[in-house]
């Protein structure tokens, strides 16, 4: 029996990436291990949002030249685009690249190589239920900040039709998820494009009748989307966690507009100030960025404390 290992850095949504493509390799016939040594397959799930991720990642493949030639080597995530015959060029040990969700071209590739069969590579991808299991909501963003990367590598907004959802989280629960991690660059645009035009607080209602299901996380938000429904909608139901992952990136103005983040230091406040109103008891936990390219020190001034 072949056996696979799979290396991931970076975000929650390669996590469930490698979730996802662990799931099609098993259906394949293929067995998990913890040792590359002992791997037939190699997949490396990779990440470029900074700097040292990306070196991290380059400097795993370089490791990964020593793999006798049968071994297939595998590559995702972020750092895959559209330009692969350059990374060929700078990797050529790497058998394979494909973008991140994109398990078609890992099919197609161990297709032709004979080392996997059609039917098997045609079924849906069954989902790994663990307590606490990661659901992928959507794909891109289309807020293009001065500093992100994502919209270029995994491309702009691409919601889920909701029933998808609803189907794949009730398939975890009967598996023995008690609680489900919704993921998304902006999960507070969920449903821009959809015919229904559904959005996160729908989503979030559907999910909360669901026999069995204790808990709903979600994360990341946007400040310039969190709607006041939202807010509401997590106030009210009793199975989404009250906690928020809101980042605000910068406290100075000036900042957060070459940032290209689309709210102003007040503005991000006054939300937090309605949430704390309808959600007393709220977890708010955030990111910032230190040391953005001009940025000085009096940037940091009382406005950002």
Request: net charge neutral.
């Amino acid at each position: 029996m072949p056996h696979y290992h799979i290396w991931t850095i970076g975000c929650q949504m390669n996590k469930a990436d490698s979730e996802n493509i662990a799931a099609f390799l098993e259906q394949c016939g293929y067995t998990s291990t913890s040792k590359i040594d002992n791997a037939d397959m190699v997949v490396l799930n990779s990440c470029v949002v900074r700097q040292s991720a990306e070196s991290k990642v380059a400097n795993k493949i370089d490791a990964l030249r020593r793999l006798d030639a049968d071994k297939v080597l595998a590559v995702t995530g972020c750092i895959v685009d559209a330009k692969v015959d350059g990374l060929q060029n700078r990797f050529p040990r790497v058998d394979v690249f494909f973008g991140p969700q994109d398990v078609g071209r890992l099919s197609e590739y161990l297709q032709g190589r004979g080392l996997i069969g059609a039917s098997a590579a045609t079924q849906n991808l069954p989902v790994k239920a663990k307590v606490s299991s990661l659901i992928n909501i959507m794909q891109g963003c289309n807020n293009f900040c001065s500093y992100c990367i994502v919209p270029y590598r995994r491309g702009r907004e691409v919601s889920r039709p909701m029933a998808d959802i609803v189907g794949e989280v009730e398939s975890v629960v009967e598996r023995g998820a008690r609680e489900v991690v919704l993921l998304g660059q902006n999960v507070d645009s969920y449903g821009h494009g959809l015919t229904e035009n559904p959005t996160l607080a729908d989503l979030l209602e559907e999910l909360n009748r669901i026999d069995g299901l204790a808990r709903i996380r979600f994360l990341t938000s946007h400040p310039k989307d969190m709607s006041d429904r939202l807010i509401e909608t997590i106030a009210r139901l009793d199975k989404v966690c009250e906690n928020i992952s809101l980042p605000f990136q910068a406290g100075d103005d000036g900042i957060l507009e070459a940032m290209r983040r689309g709210y102003t230091n007040v503005q991000y406040r006054r939300l937090v100030e309605r949430i704390r109103r309808a959600v007393p008891d709220v977890a708010l936990s955030t990111d910032v960025i230190v040391g953005f390219p001009g940025r000085a020190e009096n940037n940091m001034s009382s406005r950002a404390k």
